[in-house]
């Protein structure tokens, strides 16, 4: 199973939070002997501003999103597994 295929299935196995719907991503690659994950948001039309951009805030919010899965993947030690 190659570290992308593991660490969608892992995640697949999740509870979902409720947050999970105002940021919802895809993994779309990893890398576990690197510790890289790169993830791809959808882009939500209720963040963008009055002129039609995404707002800063929001931006901002997005990048510590992957932290976790790149560091379970790297170590694969899944915290949620028990």
């Known amino acids: 199973m190659s570290d992308l295929d593991e660490l969608r299935a892992v995640i697949d196995k999740m509870p ?13 690659a990893a890398d576990a002997d690197a510790g890289v994950v790169r993830l791809e948001f959808a882009e939500q039309p209720a963040f963008r501003n009055h002129v ?31």
């Open 16 to 28: 979902k939070p409720v947050c999970a719907d105002l940021t919802p991503f895809r993994i779309a």
């Open 52 to 82: 039609g951009h995404i707002q800063g805030g929001f931006a901002v919010a997005a990048p510590p999103t992957p932290s976790l899965p790149a560091s379970a993947s790297s170590s694969r030690r899944w915290p949620w597994r028990g």
